[in-house]
């Protein structure tokens, strides 16, 4: 079983940058790919990036590409969300997510998630 706890949100204005992480309790971290999705009230679950087991690639939804930064440490167990220049339109609760298949942008393919962390921007 794989516990997953996210922190580093909060409320933000419009342009500035947040940086998330997601914190497993596991020692085998390092053999998950990495998804962060986010939710917005009234919307489902979507897909923001990604970073393979061995942190060698990364992908992103296109709404965040050029902006958002997807990163691990696995000796820390640790994967890592940087924003920046945030959109009232990137308000939402984000999660991460652990799961043994690569490049999986949709949330059914991924085993484990946290709890999420509220992420406001205001314009």
């Known amino acids: 079983q794989v516990q997953l706890v996210e922190s580093g949100g909060g409320l933000v204005q419009a342009g500035d940058s947040l940086r998330l992480s997601c914190a497993a309790s596991?020692?085998?971290?390092?053999?998950?790919?990495v998804g962060w999705f986010r939710q917005a009230p009234g919307k489902e679950r979507e897909f923001v990036a990604l970073?393979?087991?061995?942190?060698?690639?990364?992908y992103y939804a296109d709404s965040v590409k050029g902006r958002f930064t997807v990163s691990r440490d696995n000796a820390e167990n640790t994967v890592y969300l940087r924003m920046n220049g945030l959109k009232p339109e990137d308000t939402a609760l984000y999660y991460c997510?652990?799961?043994?298949?690569?490049?999986?942008?949709?949330?059914?393919?991924?085993?484990?998630w946290g709890q999420g962390t509220q992420v406001t921007v205001s314009s």
């Open positions: 970073i393979v087991w061995s942190g060698g690639s990364t």
């Open positions: 997510a652990a799961g043994s298949r690569s490049y999986q942008t949709l949330p059914q393919y991924y085993d484990y």
């Open positions: 596991t020692r085998t971290f390092s053999r998950y790919t």
